[in-house]
Antibody, heavy 127, light 107 residues
Framework: QLQLQESGPGLVKPSETLSLTCTVSGGSINSSSYYWGWIRQPPGKGLEWIGTIYYSGSTYYNPSLKSRVTISVDTSKNQFSLKLTSVTAADTAVYYC???????????????????WGQGTLVTVSS | DIQMTQSPSSLSASVGDRVTITCRASHTITNYLNWYQQKPGKAPKLLIYAASSLQSGVPSRFSGSGSGTDFTLTISSLQPEDFATYYCQQSYSTPITFGQGTRLESK
């Protein structure tokens, strides 16, 4: 059974960098059939897609966050990571990692739907 | 960006009821529409992908339909464990976007 687990600091100071890691177990992050994504949810609010990465390293980012976001993958550790720079209180949220069943069309592949999720980790931005 | 609008935002229903939730996209998304269920303090769970395909392990009382811009999620006979918040999500183009959610409560 595939499992994803987020890890990282639960408290980050304003203007600093939020760093989270998602460890995948029960399956390989090297699969050509899947992408790996980050989604966040501010307390009491809806879901916001942050970005998605393929095991090869190709990425898709939400333009609203693109200037501050980096998603990377470490296939040797079966992990992928999120870095969000210059955080503010508006970045306070539960951050989820998830497996993305990508699809391919016209020679390119794209994010599709999230079929396995981590339990989520609350990151609070506060001094 | 493609905006996803769900209706209603909240809904009260009783066990055994047939429930329908609607999701409308601001531009055509063909059938690149997925539905999730989220319970308090838990991660979302995939119910339906590609507008009408039931995810493995999801009860058959859940169904999805629609194409283009208008989609529905139907629960044929509401069970106690179905009270939750439901989200639609489009993957026709990036950025991937979600609806604002529909909270399904017990009447």
């Amino acid at each position: 059974q595939l499992q994803l687990q987020e890890s990282g600091p639960g408290l980050v100071k304003p203007s600093e960098t939020l760093s989270l890691t998602c460890t995948v177990s029960g399956g390989s992050i090297n699969s050509s059939s899947y992408y790996w994504g980050w989604i966040r949810q501010p307390p009491g609010k809806g879901l916001e897609w942050i970005g998605t990465i393929y095991y090869s390293g190709s990425t898709y980012y939400n333009p609203s966050l693109k200037s501050r976001v980096t998603i990377s993958v470490d296939t040797s550790k079966n992990q992928f990571s999120l870095k969000l720079t210059s955080v503010t209180a508006a970045d306070t949220a539960v951050y989820y990692c998830a497996r993305d069943k990508g699809y391919c069309s016209g020679g390119s592949c794209y994010p599709y739907f999230f079929d396995y999720w981590g339990q989520g980790t609350l990151v609070t931005v506060s001094s | 960006d493609i905006q996803m609008t769900q209706s209603p935002s909240s809904l009260s229903a009783s066990v055994g009821d047939r429930v329908t939730i609607t999701c409308r996209a601001s531009h055509t998304i063909t059938n690149y529409l997925n539905w999730y269920q989220q319970k308090p303090g838990k991660a979302p769970k995939l119910l339906i992908y590609a507008a009408s395909s039931l995810q493995s392990g999801v009860p058959s009382r859940f169904s999805g339909s629609g194409s283009g811009t208008d989609f529905t999620l139907t629960i044929s006979s509401l069970q106690p464990e179905d009270f939750a918040t439901y989200y639609c999500q489009q993957s026709y183009s990036t950025p991937i976007t979600f609806g604002q959610g529909t909270r399904l409560e017990s009447k």
